[in-house]
Nanobody
């Protein structure tokens, strides 16, 4: 069983930065694919970034967001720079221990464990 707890969300002006953290329980964190997804009101949950044997990003955040992980601390981070109002959403951390391809890393159905989400609001 893996529990995920996100933190670091908040209100920021456009152009600003935030760093989200996701602390995971469990002793096999280093073997898990870790992903970040987000969901805005009225929209489906969408892929943001993932880290496993490779690191991938959604086109909408590439060059602005960076996913990283500290396996010693069982924590994955999402550094968000140059934030835009359209980045406003609830951000979710996800984890799964199954092998993934680049394609499946982008799919929320590939992840079994989810955090409770943290709100990010970017004002214009």
């Amino acid at each position: 069983q893996v529990q995920l707890v996100e933190s670091g969300g908040g209100l920021v002006q456009a152009g600003g930065s935030l760093r989200l953290s996701c602390a995971a329980s469990g002793r096999t964190f280093s073997t898990y694919t870790m992903g970040w997804f987000r969901q805005s009101p009225g929209k489906e949950r969408e892929f943001v970034a993932a880290s496993d044997w490779t690191t991938i990003y959604a086109d909408s955040v590439k060059g602005r967001f960076t996913i990283s992980r500290d396996n010693a601390k069982n924590t994955v981070y999402l550094q968000m720079n140059s934030l835009k109002p359209e980045d406003t959403a609830v951000y979710y951390c996800a984890a799964d221990g199954s092998p993934m391809t680049i394609s499946t890393m982008r799919e929320d159905r590939s992840y079994y464990y989810w955090g409770q989400g943290t709100q990010v609001t970017v004002s214009s």
